[in-house]
T-cell receptor
């Protein structure tokens, strides 16, 4: 158990819908990262937050957004969902930026 | 663009065989390097990391990796694999600070160890 929690574990929704994925970092970690893992794309970095502020952006679509709250948990919002958004979404946290990351169990999103 | 290449997509070994998984990255500046492992049905776990110092780093479960700066490589090794090493292995690079703290992962190498 890495100490990073993600909810829900599984999510099935229809195209065009909007969903919110939640992540709670390890106690004491200020940085939260979001990744998308799909079969054909591997693990893609989406976005990083540090102590509530956006720090780095990767291959995140405009339909996706995220935020980190004062209690350091983070939410990833996915809207206007398409079939191609079906993937595993991982959250990771670290004490400081650039240190090793600890991954959560992931949320499996299926868009039908 | 920054990239991480893992040349072996799928490796099949017998128990007790030696393992070497290749990882090359494209960034020429200062890098932090990592190997993560994902056992079936589980989340990614850190195997080992390199920030600075001795280029030969030892991780958990008998794994080690060697950073060769001139070759932009960080290959993972284990002298004798076990069935329990069956998993997906990911190399990751953090090109800090120039790329805004982004982490780049390779596409992964699936290792199957036959008892």
């Amino acid at each position: 158990d890495s100490g990073v929690t993600q909810t829900p574990k599984h999510l099935i929704t229809a195209t065009g819908q909007r969903v919110t994925l939640r992540c709670s970092p390890r106690s004491g970690d200020l940085s939260v990262y979001w990744y998308q893992q799909s079969l054909d794309q591997g693990l893609q970095f989406l976005i990083q937050y540090y102590n509530g502020e956006e720090r780095a952006k990767g291959n995140i679509l405009e339909r996706f957004s995220a935020q980190q709250f004062p209690d350091l948990h983070s939410e990833l919002n996915l809207s206007s969902l398409e079939l191609g958004d079906s993937a595993l979404y991982f959250c990771a946290s670290s004490v400081i930026t650039a240190s090793e990351q600890y991954f959560g169990p992931g949320t499996r999103l299926t868009v039908t | 663009a920054q990239s991480v290449s893992q040349h072996n997509h799928h490796v099949i070994l017998s128990e007790a065989a030696s393992l070497e998984l290749g990882c090359n990255y494209s960034y020429g500046g200062t890098v932090n390097l990592f190997w993560y492992v994902q056992y079936p049905g589980q989340h990614l776990q850190l195997l080992l990391k390199y920030f600075s110092g001795d280029p030969l780093v030892k991780g958990i479960k008998g794994f080690e990796a060697e950073f060769i700066k001139s070759k932009f490589s960080f290959n993972l090794r284990k002298p004798s694999v076990q069935w329990s090493d069956t998993a997906e292995y990911f190399c990751a690079v953090n090109a800090y600070p120039n790329t805004g703290n982004q982490f780049y992962f390779g596409t992964g190498t699936s290792l199957t160890v036959i008892p």
